[in-house]
């Protein structure tokens, strides 16, 4: 049984931070457990950064909305920092490095940097770093079974876009071994 | 039981209506509630109904009152600014006892407000959600199921009463996804007549008439009293509460919608400190849970109303503990949505001082 995790997933839109906290939330889903995910819709989004809060727990959820992250996934300079200062002792964050020119660092919390975007990039995986941090952020801290976790994919890409679903386990996999 | 889907409340809510059998929205876009017109745009072609979007609020809540009259299953939805203008056309359904279902995904006001999670629009729903002596059916769920699931029965309730059903949702609720047990497609044919209705009949029987207007006073008096004897069968039936550790509180949260989840965080963590806190969750603001809340007025050492607000539904639990309990207020306002953190000191407060 993974532990509770509170995520949050932030970059510009259309990079896909909704999407891979989508997946994170069905895989939770899929194996029982209480997930949520809200999204920003406020100011933020008007400025072009969207993010959203994930929590996959065994108890009831409160408000949806993340605080006090364990994990974040930051996909741009102005989401990094904003988000690392939150991030609980003992917390994670994954930045795209090709994205977060300055990757600070703080006490307690483990900062790993890796160039997603390049990554996917260079595999023919255009638009596709979002699931790359996922992989990388997976292997760190699993928070389902990789069973699971390809359950999600499945659900999460519809029928219409099918050929988008090797591509994202592709990433996934990228990610893990970055 | 149906396989649980990821949804997010606005999307949860409009199918739970087209399974109730929901076949008229008229509505107007508006954050945070759009996702429930752009749905219903998808989804009531489908399944042969009709979808438009009126040229304004006040036009679509007045197309609901025409297709209510005409004895269909309709619902309009909208936030906070926009139920203001509709609020004419609710008190006309009201006054010609027209059932139909309206939505308030709430953010912050007054004016144009802002568009974060508020629950500010308490008292409108409750008390004043037009002119003239009368209530609407408030429900306030708290998860996307129960957004699903009052959108389910809130046209049974309309239906068996004649009566206005607002679901008071907030942009919280309306925008997060949660898994959800989609309700089973009503059948059609199975729903309640309504010989009321302003149907065609070829003239085989007298005509019907959706009418508020009444010139004679003692007439409308008649009227208004039958309408409040209704009100009070509603009142006797239909006081829906959550209960929540409360029968050993010294402390009893009130809390509704989007609240009451931060609320129960902080009860549990109250718990962990050792101090005996509860949460009621009214589920129906009007009917308001007044038995429930009675009981725990009786019961605890001080009730405290948490809201995103400066402080309504804490009116009612006010009228309803009389004076037998102090009650406390804690409250964020404007669109931010509180912590259990904030919740929690004012609980250790609350303990402290009835521990003097």
């Not at chain 1, 389902?144 to 679903?165: G, R």
């Amino acid at each position: 049984m993974s532990k509770d995790m509170q995520a949050v997933f932030a970059g510009f839109g259309g990079q896909g931070t909704l999407f891979s906290g989508k997946v994170v939330a069905y895989a939770g889903l899929i194996e029982g457990r209480e997930v949520s995910w809200f999204p920003s819709y406020g100011p933020e989004m008007r400025g072009g950064t969207a993010n959203c809060s994930v929590t996959v727990s065994d108890s009831l959820i409160g408000s949806p909305l993340v605080t006090e992250p364990d994990a974040v996934i930051a996909m741009n300079q102005p989401s990094f920092d904003k988000f690392l200062p939150m991030v609980k002792k003992g917390g994670i964050v994954v930045a795209d490095t090709s994205m977060v020119a300055d990757l600070a660092q703080r006490e307690g919390v483990r900062v790993i940097g890796i160039p997603a975007t390049k990554i996917a990039e260079e595999a023919g995986l255009k638009g596709l770093a979002n699931i790359v941090l996922l992989g990388r952020l997976f292997a760190e801290e699993p928070f389902c079974s990789p069973e699971s976790l390809d359950a999600a994919l499945v659900k999460c890409i519809p029928p219409k876009k099918a050929a988008m679903l090797d591509k994202n386990r592709v990433a996934v996999k990228l990610g893990m071994e970055s | 039981m149906a396989e649980k889907v990821l949804m997010k409340g606005n999307e949860a809510l409009a199918e739970a209506a087209l399974r109730a059998g929901c076949r008229f929205f008229f509505g107007y876009p508006i954050t945070p509630q759009t996702e429930v017109a752009a749905y219903m745009s998808k989804r009531l072609p489908q399944v042969g109904g009709t979808y438009l979007q009126a040229e304004s609020e006040v036009a679509a809540i007045n197309m609901v009152y025409g297709a209510s009259a005409a004895g269909a299953r309709v619902m309009t939805s909208s936030s906070s600014p926009g139920i203001s203008l509709k609020s004419e056309g609710i008190s006309y359904m009201a006054g010609a006892d027209l059932p139909g279902v309206i939505i308030n995904i709430q953010r912050g006001g007054p004016g144009l407000g802002g568009i974060q999670p508020s629950q500010s629009d308490y008292w409108q729903a409750t008390r004043a959600t037009g002119h003239g002596d009368f209530q609407i059916f408030v429900f306030a769920p708290s998860t996307v199921q129960e957004m699903a699931d009052c959108a389910y029965e809130a046209f049974d309730i309309a239906d068996r009463y004649r009566i206005p059903v607002m679901i008071l949702g907030d942009g919280l609720l309306g925008q997060m996804m949660e898994p959800v047990a989609l309700p089973e497609q009503r059948d059609l044919s199975s729903l309640p007549e309504k010989p009321w209705a302003t149907s065609g009949h070829r003239g085989e029987r007298a005509h019907n008439v959706a009418n508020s207007l009444y010139l004679t006073a003692e007439e409308l008096e008649r009227l208004n009293i039958e309408r409040y004897e209704r009100y009070q069968a509603i009142k006797d039936a239909e006081q829906r509460c959550e209960e929540y550790l409360v029968d050993d509180a010294d402390i009893v949260i009130v809390a509704f919608g989007a609240s009451a989840r931060v609320a129960r965080s902080a009860v549990n963590a109250a718990r962990e400190q050792g101090i005996r806190a509860g949460l009621l969750r009214p589920v129906t603001l009007w009917p308001f849970p007044e038995s429930a809340v009675s009981a725990a007025a009786d019961s605890a050492k001080a009730l405290l109303a948490v809201e995103m607000n400066m402080g309504q539904m804490v009116d009612d639990v006010r009228l309803v503990a009389n004076g037998r309990v102090p009650v406390e207020f804690f409250g964020r306002t404007g669109g931010v949505i509180p912590t259990p953190a904030e919740v929690l000191a004012k609980i250790v407060e609350i303990n402290e001082r009835s521990g003097e």
